[in-house]
């Protein structure tokens, strides 16, 4: 009892602590909240008898955060492109630096030479038409969800959108496409079986009541064997709107991934309006594109339902530099020549090895991940390692405070595979140094 006492008035001050000049500079760049938070968190370790008093400073200085924010960059070894959970794309530096330079004040809405007010987003609108020139008219919204809820609550309220037994996709996270687009008070019609719909399925089921034909990619499942799908140019003869949701964002036809669905490909087959993301294989922010007839883009673009789905100027800034700028990083990964995979696996491999690491350069194979492309395997490299360094590899003292980012990769037969396609060749020194801090 009495040791308690001692201890408690051995404990700090609070105002003392603050004045710890690391803690007023983290002060200055995070505000006070996040800081005394960490104050008062050592103070209890403290009395708790978990730390000295006299290290309450050092405890406090060192489990201050990195940032504001709690999110913490990753390095996506899992060798899934296009990983839900850790983001989907990752943007170009040139997307970062536009999403840096449209953070404070910017002419999202402003014409600067003649001094009023201008059409929101028309830098990144005119990019997008550019990029899909079969377009007529396009217009953006939060994400491939919202565009299909726009599509459907613009154009087929209170009437049926027909769509193939096939294609009545769960998104993701118990998210199911019809129940989303019933959200929107249109009737769901359902036509053909599970593994077979042909275009006389969609034929019978044409009406006064139809809003519009909705062709889905199944871009998270297969259906093989004894299959039949009509094809969006079968659907378009059938003389009424046919919607059609690639999902991924390939605006051209990719030769890696010839099953993967396109824009320009789906539109001049014949696709009124054709839907998709901005964070899958487009590599860019999440956003929803809507691309297709200039009458209906207008008819959605005016909608009550635009403004409760309009993006943000971070999105229109990253979105306008992913398809004016450079290469998108997804794509780069897409592009990756499997030798030079390999051949980086290696050098990581032997540096590490060298460093007294237990670690080897494995053949593996990645995977487009959520964004499309279902069952196709990716040839790819990877380093293994002990699976004891994953849990310390996600989350370092290092990582907290900035020093490296969170690595995770995935754990196969016993071992952490750290999988190179989809890491930047540019982070492989961070990578490296992420393991040897891990292991060290
Ligand atoms: C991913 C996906 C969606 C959902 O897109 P979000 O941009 O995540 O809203 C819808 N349809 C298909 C076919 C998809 O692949």
Redesign the pocket.
């Known amino acids: 009892m009495v040791a308690l006492v001692d201890v408690r008035r051995l404990i700090p001050r609070t105002d003392a602590v603050l004045a710890d000049p690391r803690l007023t500079s983290a002060q200055q760049r995070l505000g006070k909240p996040l800081v005394l938070a960490a104050v008062r968190q050592a103070q209890d370790q403290a009395r708790a008898g978990d730390i000295e008093p006299s290290a309450v400073a050092d405890t406090a200085a060192a489990a201050i955060p990195a940032g504001a924010a709690s999110l913490t960059p990753v390095i996506n070894a899992t060798g899934v492109l296009l990983h839900t959970n850790l983001g989907r794309a990752p943007l170009s530096p040139a997307a970062r630096a536009a999403v840096q330079a449209a953070a404070g004040c910017t002419d999202l809405e402003f014409d600067l030479a003649s001094g009023t007010r201008g059409r929101r987003g028309r830098g990144m609108l005119a990019a997008l038409s550019a990029a899909v020139p079969d377009a007529e008219a396009v217009h953006v919204v939060n ?4 565009a ?1 809820v726009l599509a459907a609550t613009a154009l087929a309220t209170g009437r049926e959108i027909v769509v193939s037994r096939g294609e009545l ?1 769960e ?2 996270d118990g998210f199911r ?1 019809p129940a989303l687009l019933e959200s929107t008070g249109a009737r769901i019609r359902e036509v053909g079986t599970t593994n077979r719909t042909t275009a006389g399925d969609y034929a019978d089921a044409v009406g006064p009541q139809t809003g519009f034909l909705l062709k ?5 499942y297969r259906i093989e064997g004894f299959t039949a799908s009509a094809s969006v140019a079968d659907l378009a003869a059938l003389g009424v709107p046919v919607v059609g ?4 964002g390939l605006l051209e036809p990719h030769p890696l991934l010839p099953d993967e669905p396109d824009a320009a490909t789906w539109l001049r087959a014949g696709a009124a309006l054709v ?1 998709a ?4 294989l487009l590599g860019g922010p ?3 594109l809507l691309l297709g007839r200039s009458d209906l883009i207008g008819q959605l673009a005016r909608h009550p339902l635009a403004r409760a789905l309009r993006v943000d100027k971070l999105t229109v800034a990253a979105l306008e530099a992913t398809l004016a700028g450079p290469l998108s990083p997804v794509a780069e990964a897409l592009a990756a020549d499997p030798a030079e995979l390999r051949d980086r696996s290696e050098r990581m491999a032997d540096r590490l090895t060298a460093a007294g690491v237990d670690a080897r350069s494995v053949v593996a194979e990645g995977a487009v991940g ?3 492309a279902p069952g196709v395997g990716l040839p790819s490299a990877a380093v293994s390692l002990p699976a004891a360094l994953a849990p310390v590899l996600r989350a370092g003292d290092a990582v907290r405070r900035g020093a490296t980012p969170a690595v995770v990769g995935r754990i196969d037969d016993g071992r952490l595979l750290l999988d190179l396609h989809a890491v930047a060749p540019a982070d492989d020194g961070v990578l490296c140094a992420a393991v040897l801090a891990a292991a060290g």
Do not use: M
């Open positions: 994400n491939n969800a919202a299909l996709i998104i993701g496409l889905v990619h199944p871009s998270n949701d690639i999902g991924s839907t993301s901005g964070d899958k999440q956003a929803g959520g964004g499309g």
